[in-house]
Every structure is written in structure tokens, then in C-alpha cells.
T-cell receptor
């Protein structure tokens, strides 16, 4: 069964304290892995797409990496405005593009 | 300009009623989706349409019926609402299987 597991469920960091979020997955025919950010009361906002093992993408303080079984979202020197829920999603093609989301990691960054 | 819009933003109704949620995207995308996000913030796909054609229909009760009058619109009609239908419903769009753009969500509360 296709599955996405994110850890930890919640993460509390001090401003400037770097850390990583994990997304492990099992899916048949992975087409891509996506990272989204969701702020309270809003829809998810796209961050990165990764397609193959070894691929890396960066944006400001965020860096996403991909292996054959998991992806990491590294946050370097986070700021309070990075506080949000980070969602990982995998996509497979089964006659149509099916996207399966993980439960997310709630990140709190304290000043 | 709003890329993906949903109406209404809030919907409070009695058990047994029928209600609709509307979604429009102005991005020119060919694929649209409906997701349900429950109280634990887990985002689960319900339906996916490509060029007005139903592509993905997850295990969703028959009381939920999506309708796509054209590529830019995907509406969700729910019959005989139940307490368990209370959730936030998100509409999203993408070009083929690329990153998805989400609407602001509709918070449905069934009393």
C-alpha cells in the first residue's frame, strides 16, 4: 500500500537552531516527491519537487534532498517566520496523477 | 489576482442538508482536485479531474458528487450531510502532474 510517513510530528526550535524534517515513503511507480508549507487557516503552498534519488533543491533557508526511500527538508538557521506545517507528498501515475500526503510536521521557531 | 478561489470560505449547516462548494482556477491548468483535511490536519485526496474528465475517485461516499462544467471549474456537491463530513475542503489545480496550487479552503461544520 502506498504510504507517506513524516517525522517528527512536531518540532520546536530556537531561532538559528538548524534541523531536519524526515519524509519516508513507499509507493509504486514514484513520479515525484513534493514539499509544501501550510500556514494556519490557509491552503498548502508549493516549495519543491524532487524527481530522482540524489536530487537536491534549495530555497532561502530550506534545502530538500531525496533518496530511494526518504526525503529530508533541512532548515538552516530558522527564523520565527519559518513556523508552519511542512507537508510531504508523493505522486504516482495510475491512469491519472495520484498524490498522497503525509500528516505533516508542525514546526515552531522561537525568537 | 487569486489563482485558485473557493466559495464559501465557511459553511455551517444542519445534518441531512445538501450543500455545494465552488472552485475556480485562472491558471489555465488542465487538472483539478478536491481534498479533505480532517481535524488532525491529514490531507486526503477525494477526486481528480483532467480536462473535465474524472480521473481519480477515491473511496468517497456516493453522497459526494463532483461536477466540472469546464476546465477552470470543479464544484463539489454533498447530499445528506453527516457529522463526520465536518472538515476543511481544499480545491487545487495543476498542469498535468506538476506542483499543485491550492485554494484557501472551505471549513464545513455540520451540526
Amino acid at each position: 500500500e502506498d504510504q507517506v510517513t513524516q517525522s517528527p510530528e512536531a518540532l520546536r526550535l530556537q531561532e538559528g537552531e538548524s534541523s531536519s524534517l524526515n519524509c519516508s515513503y513507499t509507493v509504486s511507480g514514484l513520479r515525484g516527491l513534493f514539499w509544501y508549507r501550510q500556514d494556519p487557516g490557509k491552503g498548502p503552498e508549493f516549495l519543491f519537487t524532487l524527481y530522482s534519488a540524489g536530487e537536491e533543491k534549495e530555497k532561502e533557508r530550506l534545502k530538500a534532498t531525496l533518496t530511494k526511500k526518504e526525503s529530508f527538508l533541512h532548515i538552516t538557521a530558522p527564523k520565527p517566520e519559518d513556523s508552519a506545517t511542512y507537508l510531504c507528498a508523493v505522486q504516482a501515475y495510475t491512469g491519472g496523477f495520484k498524490t498522497i500526503f503525509g500528516a505533516g510536521t508542525r514546526l515552531f521557531v522561537k525568537a | 489576482d487569486t489563482a485558485v478561489s473557493q466559495t464559501p470560505k465557511y459553511l455551517v449547516t444542519q445534518m441531512g442538508n445538501d450543500k455545494s462548494i465552488k472552485c475556480e482556477q485562472n491558471l489555465g491548468h488542465d487538472t483539478m482536485y478536491w481534498y479533505k483535511q480532517d481535524s488532525k490536519k491529514f490531507l486526503k485526496i477525494m477526486f481528480s479531474y483532467n480536462n473535465k474528465e474524472l480521473i481519480i475517485n477515491e473511496t468517497v461516499p456516493n453522497r459526494f458528487s463532483p461536477k466540472s462544467p469546464d476546465k477552470a471549474h470543479l464544484n463539489l456537491h454533498i447530499n445528506s450531510l453527516e457529522l463526520g463530513d465536518s472538515a476543511v475542503y481544499f480545491c487545487a489545480s495543476s498542469q498535468q502532474g506538476n506542483e499543485q496550487f491550492f485554494g484557501p479552503g472551505t471549513r464545513l461544520t455540520v451540526l
